[in-house]
């Protein structure tokens, strides 16, 4: 009995480490997830399993709306103690953020790690991106069935999504994987990764929807390539 408890505990180690050590660069967040719905004056959770790269410290955590330039510092100086599993850091959301579903939140000046776009203050419109689901990995070349949720088939009966792109958050660079026009109200689409991608964690795929005129920028919960 005492030896199936230890290969229990060995085994329940292993698998954490598996996991928790991931060992290519790039951290993984996983917390806050697409599409969550938060509250100015409420706490948000940031929450990340480092990669083989993890800086000692970020020198600051931001919210702000994807695409728009209005990011708000909620911390700096961040450290980051080695051996860690996963780091978790909660923060009070500022008050006064307009009502919008295309909020982002991460640490570094060049997002070492950026989460999915999530909604503050009860907005009436948006897209989720609700796959892949957290912690998804994928291989470089695979072909992804990547999904979304409009708020309102009725709000987006006329808009298109206009271009795919991918998050390469280790250089830090958005690359555009497909010129296509897509209606929002499909809520699908299969895409090819491309085959040059690096085995790496925290990528990010984003969407541009057209509405009425204007762009919308969405962006779907970080994933691995393995």
Do not use: C
Request: hydrophobic share 40%.
């Amino acid at each position: 009995m005492k030896f199936l408890k230890v290969l229990f505990l060995i085994t329940a180690l292993l698998s954490t480490y598996v996991f928790a050590a991931l060992p290519n660069p790039g951290s993984l967040l996983i917390a806050p997830i697409a599409g969550s719905q938060h509250i100015s004056g409420r706490n948000i959770t940031l929450t990340f399993i480092p990669g083989a790269d993890l800086p000692p410290s970020f020198d600051v955590i931001r919210i702000g709306r994807a695409y728009v330039n209005d990011f708000h510092v909620l911390d700096t100086n961040i450290q980051l103690p080695p051996g860690q599993n996963q780091y978790t850091f909660s923060y009070t959301i500022p008050a006064g953020l307009p009502s919008d579903p295309r909020f982002v939140i991460g640490g570094g000046t060049t997002w070492n790690v950026q989460s999915a776009t999530f909604a503050v203050n009860k907005p009436n419109f948006g897209v989720v991106i609700n796959r892949p689901s957290t912690r998804q990995s994928y291989r470089a070349g695979q072909r992804v069935n990547i999904a979304w949720r409009p708020s309102s088939r009725t709000l987006y009966k006329s808009s298109n999504i206009t271009q795919f792109l991918i998050f390469d958050n280790v250089k830090n660079t958005w690359t555009p994987i497909l010129d296509k026009s897509v209606p929002v109200n499909s809520g699908r689409y299969i895409l090819t990764l491309p085959k040059s991608l690096a085995k790496q964690n925290g990528y990010q795929f984003g969407i541009l929807v057209e509405r009425n005129g204007n762009q919308e920028a969405y962006y779907s919960n970080p994933f691995r390539v393995v």
